[in-house]
C-alpha cells in the first residue's frame, strides 16, 4: 500500500513533504532548520531522537543546559501540530474503513508504507465483523514478537487471518524512553488521533516512522530499528510469488523497498493505474512510466509477470 492508498481516503494527504508543511506554517524555528540541514535529513524521528538523546547524556555528565530540551519539545510540538493538520479524525472516514478491510483480507500479508492510522483503523473496523481476522505482531505490553510467524494461523472466532507490517513506521508506533519499540496502548477511545498524539508527549515517546528521504537515507533509519530491519529483512526482502501493489508510484525514495522486493521470488505482479488526467495522452504516459519503472527492476528476472488494473475498480480498497 502506497501513499495512493492514503490519498484516496483523505485529500490532505497529497501533500509533498510533511517536513515542507511544517516548515510552511512556520512551526519550525531557526535552530530546528539548521539541525535538518546540517545533518541532510527530513526525517522528525532521527532529529527527535537526537536532542533526546544530547539533553539526558548533558544531564548525566552534569553539563548543565536546556537548549536541546527545548528543541526536542518545540519540535516534538512542531510534528504533532503538523500531523493535527493534515491528518483525519476516524469519523471523518468511518465509512470508508470497512470496505478498506475486506480489500486487505484477502490477502495473507499487507506491507502498509504510509504512516498514518487508516489501515490501523481499518483493523480496528474489521474486529467487529471477522473476529481477530488481522494481526501486527505486537503482543504482550505492545511489544514486538520476532517470532510472529504462528500469528497467521487463525485463532478466537476468525477464520483467517492477515498479517500486518509498516516497513517505514506508523504513528502508533514509538520509542520509548528506555529505547525500547513500542505500539502505544489504548486509553480511552482507541479511534482517536488526539489519543495516539498526547501519548507522544506525555510519556515522552518518540514517534517511529520514515514520513520522506532519500532511499539510502530510509535504509539507514530502517538499520537503526529492531522493528523496521525485521519487517524489511524478512517481509519485503522474501515476497512471495504473488504480489498486489495499490496506491505505489515506484519513487526514488522508495528505491529500497523494489529492490528488496525482487530479492524474493515474486513471479507477478499486479500493479494499480490511476487515471491522473482525462487526456487520454497523459494516461498513457504515465502508465508507460509506471512500466518502464517496474520492467527496468524485474530485469534481472524475466520471468516474473507484470499486470496492470484500473485503481477505481469494483470492490478494490475503497470502492
Avoid at 220 to 238: F, G, H, M, P, W
Avoid at 245 to 258: A, M, P, T
Wanted: charge should be neutral.
Amino acid at each position: 500500500m502506497g501513499n495512493g492508498a492514503s490519498r484516496a481516503v483523505w485529500d490532505k494527504f497529497k501533500y509533498s513533504s510533511l517536513y515542507k508543511e511544517a516548515q510552511k506554517a512556520g512551526r519550525l524555528d531557526a535552530n530546528l532548520v539548521q539541525l535538518f540541514a546540517d545533518f541532510k535529513t527530513r526525517d522528525f524521528e532521527y532529529i527527535l531522537r537526537l536532542l533526546s538523546q544530547t539533553s539526558k547524556v548533558n544531564g548525566i555528565i552534569n553539563i548543565k543546559e536546556k537548549k536541546s530540551l527545548l528543541l526536542y519539545q518545540n519540535l516534538q510540538e512542531a510534528l504533532i501540530e503538523t500531523i493535527r493538520s493534515i491528518h483525519p479524525e476516524a469519523e471523518q472516514v468511518r465509512s470508508l474503513l470497512l470496505p478498506m478491510a475486506k480489500f486487505m483480507k484477502r490477502f495473507d500479508t499487507v506491507l502498509n508504507l504510509n504512516y498514518d492510522l487508516l489501515v490501523y483503523w481499518a483493523m480496528l473496523e474489521a474486529k467487529n465483523h471477522f473476529g481477530q481476522w488481522f494481526k501486527d505482531g505486537f503482543i504482550d505490553e505492545g511489544r514486538f514478537d520476532n517470532n510472529y510467524e504462528y500469528l497467521w494461523e487463525p485463532y478466537d472466532d476468525a477464520d483467517g487471518a492477515t498479517l500486518v507490517f509498516y516497513p517505514h513506521g506508523s504513528l502508533i508506533l514509538a520509542t520509548d524512553s528506555y529505547g525500547g519499540e513500542i505500539k502505544l496502548s489504548k486509553t480511552g477511545d482507541q479511534y482517536l488521533l488526539k489519543t495516539i498524539l498526547g501519548i507522544w508527549k506525555e510519556q515522552d515517546n518518540i514517534p517511529l516512522f520514515i514520513s520522506e528521504g532519500a532511499a539510502t537515507k530510509k535504509l539507514q533509519a530502517i538499520r537503526r530499528s529492531n522493528y523496521l530491519k525485521t519487517v524489511y529483512d524478512r517481509e519485503v526482502n522474501k515476497v512471495c510469488e504473488s504480489l498486489v501493489v495499490y496506491g505505489w508510484k515506484f519513487g526514488d525514495q522508495d528505491e529500497h523497498i523494489l529492490k528488496g522486493i525482487i530479492k524474493g521470488g515474486v513471479e507477478r505482479i499486479a500493479v494499480s493505474v490511476h487515471m491522473v488526467s482525462n487526456d487520454p495522452q497523459t494516461y498513457c504516459e504515465y502508465v508507460n512510466h509506471k512500466v518502464r519503472t517496474m520492467e527496468n527492476t524485474l530485469r534481472k528476472k524475466p520471468e516474473s509477470k507484470i499486470y496492470y488494473y484500473d485503481s477505481d475498480s469494483d470492490k478494490v480498497w475503497t470502492n
